[in-house]
């Protein structure tokens, strides 16, 4: 039988199962869960807001696709959860709500740590899950709760913290690669790169902003990264290299962006090394980014064969026969 008689039977088997449908869910559990989706809503309605104005952010742009993936994870999983009875954890499930509620009123009120609010949030969230499903149900559903730790932007302290190093590390390197061009020396001060070229210095220098340290792409490559290694059928330890990768490679496309922004403010027009050119150009990078990964990807899924998956090898033999007259022959 061929590969694609297989996928096609496997199909038909999907299709007539009856709990791979979502309209296989009766009308009342619909509305027990808008029941306490609105509840969710209106006690987190001010960190709701919250987040999706910080979203309008251009560093933290992504945060309106991470819903959106967290959906489709759930989607994947559509099988399993319909076909898991819900098991109620009643004990951790309201141990884990109330403390949540408690210590997200307790913040707003006394400890006003800002970054914590949506991290109860989402605790609180998979708490419910816990408390209406159980373990069972909550084995199948955790990463499309937690996968929406994405989409919540990091403290200012330490995303200046985290910035600020990536910043200069895109300084030194990109300097070195634009002191290999002929008549252009550069030199990094810090995460300000001044430029002299043929002899003429270029002002005002070129400013390495928090922009430019890569936190952005880091993040929203990073999110993207853990939903593809799920996706993908492959060993663990390709999925925990290829998520490792992402930090490196993150680098990487970072350099290349202040390097070809200095080349375009150099050789170019300087309007077009900032600005909405500015910004297009650290979107194109998630492409690049993308390229290395998928060029990894690629290469340990082609220099590592996995034995167990390899066709058996058909072995031909050549019988002989007989002949009336007492000789053997080949057949």
Known sequence: MSQSQSAKEVSAIASQDPGSSWNQIPVGVYVQVGAVALLFYTFFYEEIHRLVWQWTDPSWSHGFLIPLFSLYLLNRRKAEVLQTPAKPSLLFGTVGLLGSLLLYTLNIIVLKFGYGRPLLMLTALASIVLLLGGWPLFRHLWLPVFY?????????????????????????????????????????????????????????ALDVAEACSGMRLLWAFLALSVLMAYLHKRPGWQKIILLLSTIPIAIVCNVIRVTVTGLIYIFGDPRYAQGIYHDLLGMMMIFVAFFFYWGLAWLMENLFVDETQTAPSVIIRRQSSQSPGGQGGAS
Request: zero cysteines.
């Open 148 to 204: 929406l730790y994405f989409a919540i932007p990091l403290p200012t302290d330490i995303y200046t913290r985290i910035s600020r190093p990536l910043r200069l590390l895109a300084s030194h390197v990109s300097t070195m690669i634009l002191n290999l061009i002929p008549g252009l020396e550069a030199v990094a001060q810090g995460v300000t790169i001044e430029v002299e070229y043929k002899g003429v210095p270029l002002e005002p």
